[in-house]
């Protein structure tokens, strides 16, 4: 069985939680334990937090799309956005903050088997990729 | 679970219980607690995570903010998380050496005393 869902959103902060619930939706159909669950939790809202952020140096500005990717051996997901990326420094950045940039990709880094890094084909926006592989042990 | 940040304050402790999940939406409402608890006098800080569903990188940053503001006056932050999916965003970026980590709120009341001033 296999599935691709788009899901697409203003980037702002209060629409997150809509990226996650997508997932509690999709783990009720396919075979992701809570672990693998959690850990895609966590990395799409790192993606897409870091779309926001930069979003916000455009006065809110821009959308989000998300494109999921299921089957019943992997998950991939898709972060798309307006944005300059996760490499890009952020103007309203709290001193006080940890690089959180920096900080999430590491984490998507580390939750998943795969992250890719790109532009969109026509250079208007940022992409990552990263894909977690529903290994029937951990399932 | 819906957010939510309640504080209440045991000797010099402040008690920062989590509920619900924590991201760039909600992370502002704990850290203007956060904030708020320390520059209200607490000594130490615990940040009960035991109903926390989701924390993401934008809440270790509202963490360490918390411990840099705290460590001038040798104030102490200590967590209480039972779930291991929480713990394990600690554990991925190291800090889990950086706060001490306890199962429950009673353990870590005792492990971070408030210093007497």
Request: hydrophobic share 40%.
């Amino acid at each position: 069985m296999s599935a691709t869902l788009r899901l697409t959103f203003p980037s702002r902060a209060e629409y997150l939680v809509l990226g996650r619930l997508v997932l509690s939706g999709l783990a009720r159909v396919y075979p992701i334990d809570q672990s693998q669950l959690a850990d895609l939790k966590l990395a799409l809202t790192e993606a897409s937090s870091n779309s926001i952020r930069h979003a916000y140096d455009r006065d809110g500005a821009g959308r989000v799309e998300i494109v999921y990717e299921l089957a019943d051996t992997h998950v991939a997901i898709e972060v798309w956005d307006e944005g300059p990326g996760f490499d890009a420094p952020t103007e309203h950045r709290d001193p006080e903050a940890l690089d959180e940039g920096g900080l999430g990709l590491a984490i998507i880094r580390a939750v998943c088997d795969e992250t890719k890094l790109g532009r969109h084909p026509d250079g208007s926006g940022a992409w990552i990729r990263f894909v977690r592989y529903l290994d029937e042990e951990e399932a | 679970m819906n957010f939510s940040v309640t504080t209440e304050r045991r000797d010099g402790t402040a008690v920062i219980a989590l509920a619900g999940e924590v991201d760039l939406y909600t992370a502002p409402e704990f850290k203007q607690e956060l904030v708020r608890a320390i520059e209200e006098g607490a000594q130490s800080v615990v940040v009960d995570m035991t109903d926390t569903t989701f924390i993401d990188s934008t809440t270790l940053g509202v963490l360490v903010g918390g411990l840099k503001r705290l460590r001038p006056s040798g104030g102490r932050l200590a967590l209480v998380i039972t779930d291991p999916n929480i713990r394990k965003v600690f554990d991925i970026t190291g800090l889990d050496r950086v706060f001490p980590i306890h199962e429950t709120r009673d353990e870590a009341f005792e492990a971070t005393p408030a210093r007497t001033p």
